[in-house]
T-cell receptor, first 113, second 116 residues
């Protein structure tokens, strides 16, 4: 079946540190890949997405590249801020018109000043 | 001007009770969802409705019954609540076109259900 595996959290960084959150997936066909972010007390929001191999999604300084050869979609940011503290979810959606998003288990990021 | 709104935000109740959570979206979307997030933040889909029709029904106890009176509303009714039902329940919506550019889900802020 389709699944998403994220690195275990929590992740604690100092402000301006480099961030990587690993995400790998298992899916039939060629899924679309997403990163969602959940700030404290809020619902999830789409952070970025990529719909085909070698696509790079980017938003708010975050980037992730769809790597078909390694079935990965790692999230990176060069310099994190305190306001980036949140839970980050990697997700995939398979082709075929299904609306079903499959989420990873989430990685909690805390950025200290 | 909240896009996806759920009520109540917090729900504390006793085991065995019946409760409902309401969800409304004002985005004009045709597809709505219920997700359950457990204490470890694991997020799993429960139901999805498109134009008031049930299209996704994951393995969920039949104590959970979604109801969609119209495209803008998807309510979740839970009978005979159990301790294990304690979680945060998220409503979400999207526009179903099959195009990859329209795969964005909009989430509500969640309903924290605590069953005592």
């Amino acid at each position: 079946g389709n699944s998403v595996t994220q690195m275990e959290g929590p992740v604690t960084l100092s402000e301006e540190a480099f961030l990587t959150i690993n995400c790998t997936y298992t899916a039939t066909g060629y899924p679309s890949l997403f990163w969602y972010v959940q700030y404290p007390g809020e619902g999830l929001q789409l952070l970025l997405k990529a719909t085909k191999a070698d696509d790079k999604g980017s938003n708010k300084g975050f980037e992730a590249t769809y790597r078909k050869e390694t079935t990965s979609f790692h999230l990176e940011k060069g310099s994190v801020q305190v306001s980036d503290s949140a839970v980050y979810f990697c997700a995939l959606r398979t082709q075929g018109g299904s609306e079903k998003l499959v989420f990873g288990k989430g990685t909690k990021l805390t950025v200290n000043p | 001007d909240t896009a996806v709104s759920q009520t109540p935000k917090y729900l504390v109740t006793q085991m065995g009770n019946d409760k409902s959570i309401k969800c409304e979206q004002n985005l004009g979307h045709d597809t709505m969802y219920w997700y359950k997030q457990d204490s470890k933040k694991f997020l799993k889909i429960m139901f999805s409705y498109n134009n008031k029709e049930l299209i996704i029904n994951e393995t969920v106890p039949n104590r959970f019954s979604p109801k969609s009176p119209d495209k803008a509303h998807l309510n979740l009714h839970i009978n005979s609540l159990e301790l294990g039902d304690s979680a945060v329940y998220f409503c979400a919506s999207s526009h179903r076109t099959g195009s990859p550019t329209n795969e964005k889900l909009f989430f509500g802020s969640g309903t924290q259900l605590s069953v005592l």
